[in-house]
Structures are given as structure tokens and as C-alpha cells.
């Protein structure tokens, strides 16, 4: 089995997951993003990490954050519809910013960060297998910061990792309706009168 093709069911089966709408991916995939965006500043050496899954009108939205200033910035790319996560999942490439306050791509998104907790930011995509986009892998530094190659290439490994998670918990839960449906058909075939009962 494999995750749909096309992006709006896969969008809304994502939404439901991290909705918790069943319990067929054990504890959510919201608290394992959460733990992934908390272990990705350990791991990757950030102040913080966010994670943004694109919603069924191509809209990222905060799927988790490791705290307030990762969220904070989330939300601005969201009402602002552009900035390092958004050009990372369009473009599908990792996108660096030394210092999101003084970067002439996203010049409105400085006013609605806090400057003094998210100034370096790093992204990266979130491709699920066959290359269809997700999302984004948001990284950030309290202070100025080139990226360096090593660790854009990393951050690209970890967003790799968590597409693979997330592509994983889809199919889950695709693998658990499907029973459903398949269980919901063999009960309404089995309380048919059989014909020669007739």
C-alpha cells in the first residue's frame, strides 16, 4: 500500500491524523511531532524547531513547535503566507536566512517575530515518498548564523526522517479504514438473508 496520489486526500488524512480522529496511529501523530520538533533542537544543535504540514488549499500551517518562539514564527509565515518554510516546501530545496530581521525576502515577517528569540533560520522540505511535498522542517538561532553545509545537509537527513514518520502513520491510518470498510461490508453481507433462505 502506498500514501494516495493525490494531494488533497492525503492533506485530509493528515489533517485527521493530527486531529486524532482514530486511534490507529498509537498516541497521534501530533505528540510525535511534538517530540520530533523538541528533539530536532537538541539534534541539530537550534534554539528551535517547527513543523508546518501544507492543509487541502496548499496552506502551511504549525503542526508543532518546540516552544513559543517556533510557534511564533509559524503563525507569522501562516497570516503573511510567505517566508523560509513557504519557499522550502514551493520550491522543494532547504532555505537559509542568517538573520530573518534584516532579510529582504520576507521583509514584513520581522515585524511579527520575536526579534530577540528567532533571527537565523534554516528549513527544509518535507517530502513523503514519490516526491510529493508536505510541509517544512523549520529550524531557528537566537542569533545571527550561517548555516553551514554539514548542517543544512543534516536538517535535510532529519526532514527526511520525518517525512518517512509521517508517511508511515499515513498509511496506518489508510491501511485502518480500509479494514473498517472491508469489516463494515463482510457485517452488512452477513446480515443479508442468504437467497435460498428466502
Known amino acids: ?52 504540514l501544507a492543509d487541502e488549499h496548499e496552506v502551511l500551517r504549525c503542526a508543532a513547535a518546540s ?45 511579527l517575530i520575536d526579534r530577540a528569540a528567532v533571527r537565523a533560520v ?8 514519490g516526491g510529493r511535498p508536505i510541509g517544512a522542517l523549520a529550524l531557528h538561532s537566537s542569533r545571527e548564523r550561517e548555516w553551514d553545509v554539514g548542517e543544512i545537509a543534516a536538517t535535510m537527513a532529519y526532514a527526511g526522517v520525518v517525512a518517512s514518520l509521517i508517511s508511515m502513520a499515513l498509511e496506518a491510518r489508510l491501511r485502518g479504514v480500509l479494514l473498517d470498510r472491508l469489516l463494515d461490508a463482510l457485517r452488512t453481507t452477513s446480515d443479508r ?6
Open 122 to 129: 534554516l528549513s527544509a522540505p518535507l517530502t513523503l515518498p
Open 193 to 198: 438473508p442468504d437467497i435460498e433462505d428466502g
Open 1 to 52: 500500500m502506498s500514501v494516495p496520489i493525490d494531494r488533497r486526500s492525503v492533506t485530509r488524512e493528515l489533517r485527521l491524523l493530527l486531529q486524532g480522529v482514530d486511534g490507529l496511529t498509537g498516541e497521534g501523530l501530533g505528540p510525535a511531532l511534538q517530540r520530533v520538533a523538541e528533539a530536532a533542537t537538541m539534534v541539530l544543535r537550534a534554539q528551535g524547531a517547527g513543523v508546518m
Open 67 to 111: 516552544g513559543p518562539p517556533g510557534r511564533g514564527l509559524a503563525t507569522a509565515q501562516e497570516r503573511l503566507g510567505a517566508g523560509p518554510a513557504l519557499d522550502s516546501y514551493v520550491n522543494e530545496l532547504p532555505v537559509a536566512s542568517r538573520d530573518l530581521t534584516t532579510d529582504g525576502r520576507w521583509p514584513d515577517l520581522r515585524h
